[in-house]
């Protein structure tokens, strides 16, 4: 798995340190998920839970990745690609209402904790997040039923 380099934050730290992130968590998601299930990971961020994920849906399954980052979703693509995984549908969105969002962009060059976005980090363009932060990045919004109907899922 391929992590951002000036990564601070908790899932780096421990996929560099212990080889995983968040063992119990997803140990007790593989307990509910059965084979051929449709999941869909909200904020799917570099992958970590997507692998696991994927690999617990098995090939008659699907996994449906929403994440909004620009640099995010790149990693995310890449270690779906890399680890060969044919049953994970990728969106660059935001999970909401549809429409447009809007996001501060990552900084990959400094040191920081990437994966601590949350969702009062987006906003529309006149909100407060928007005007306290200045630049911002047009992330498209889309509802978790149309994302599911464009991946096949009925």
């Given at each position: 798995?391929?992590?951002?380099?000036?990564?601070?934050?908790?899932?780096?730290?421990?996929?560099?340190?212990?080889?995983?992130?968040?063992?119990?968590?997803?140990?007790?998601?593989?307990?509910?998920?059965?084979?051929?299930?449709?999941?869909?990971d909200?904020?799917?961020?570099?992958?970590?839970?997507?692998?696991?994920?994927?690999?617990?849906?098995?090939?008659?399954?699907?996994?449906?990745?929403?994440?909004?980052?620009?640099?995010?979703f790149?990693?995310?693509?890449?270690?779906?690609?890399?680890?060969?995984?044919?049953?994970?549908?990728?969106?660059?969105?935001?999970?909401?209402?549809?429409?447009?969002?809007?996001?501060?962009?990552?900084?990959?060059?400094?040191?920081?904790?990437?994966?601590?976005?949350?969702?009062?980090?987006?906003?529309?363009?006149?909100?407060?997040?928007?005007?306290?932060?200045?630049?911002?990045?047009?992330?498209?919004?889309?509802?978790?039923?149309?994302?599911a109907?464009?991946?096949?899922?009925?």
């Amino acid at each position: 798995m391929t992590f951002f380099t000036n990564d601070t934050g908790a899932v780096s730290r421990s996929l560099q340190t212990y080889g995983e992130w968040a063992e119990n968590e997803l140990g007790f998601a593989k307990a509910l998920m059965k084979g051929g299930a449709t999941v869909v990971d909200v904020g799917a961020y570099i992958g970590t839970h997507t692998l696991s994920f994927a690999h617990f849906a098995g090939p008659e399954g699907q996994v449906i990745a929403i994440e909004p980052q620009d640099e995010s979703f790149m990693l995310l693509k890449k270690n779906i690609l890399e680890n060969r995984l044919t049953n994970v549908h990728l969106e660059h969105a935001a999970a909401g209402v549809g429409g447009a969002f809007y996001a501060n962009p990552l900084r990959i060059a400094a040191k920081k904790s990437f994966g601590s976005a949350t969702v009062r980090d987006f906003g529309m363009p006149d909100s407060p997040a928007s005007r306290e932060s200045g630049e911002m990045i047009s992330v498209r919004g889309l509802t978790i039923v149309s994302s599911a109907m464009r991946s096949g899922c009925t």
